[in-house]
């Protein structure tokens, strides 16, 4: 039962996500200059719960003034570092992905 569940969030987060309607969290740092999208979610809850955890990250690698936005998106590219002018293409999984 537990496999099921797992796998019924799994498709419901892709399918959101596939139709535009998935939350994100959106996390821009001034130093570094970038942009890191985490998700996809379910709901707004689901991502502004998971964000604590983004921001201990961050805060812990060192970034600064953090702004974080929870909304509904479909970003293409997960981290844009403005300071390096590149874009990160870090593979766009479901936050349950690999979770057991």
């Keep these: 039962m537990n496999n ?3 796998n019924f969030q ?3 987060v892709n399918t959101f996500n596939s139709l535009g309607l998935a939350w994100w969290v959106e996390v821009v740092t001034q130093n570094p200059n970038c942009t890191y999208y985490f ?3 379910v709901s707004s809850k689901e991502a ?3 964000s604590k955890g983004y921001i201990e990250d961050l805060e812990m690698e060192g970034a600064q003034r953090i702004t ?3 909304k509904r998106c479909k970003p293409t590219v997960l ?3 403005e300071d390096l002018g590149e874009w990160i293409d870090r593979k766009v ?3 349950f ?4």
Excluded: C, M, R
């Excluded at 992905?97 to 057991?100: E, F």
């Design 4 to 6: 099921f569940w797992h």
């Design 10 to 12: 799994e498709g419901l």
């Design 39 to 41: 998700g996809p979610f």
């Design 48 to 50: 502004s719960i998971a």
């Design 68 to 70: 974080v936005n929870i």
């Design 79 to 81: 981290t844009i570092a």
């Design 93 to 95: 999984k479901p936050v």
């Design 97 to 100: 992905s690999g979770q057991v």
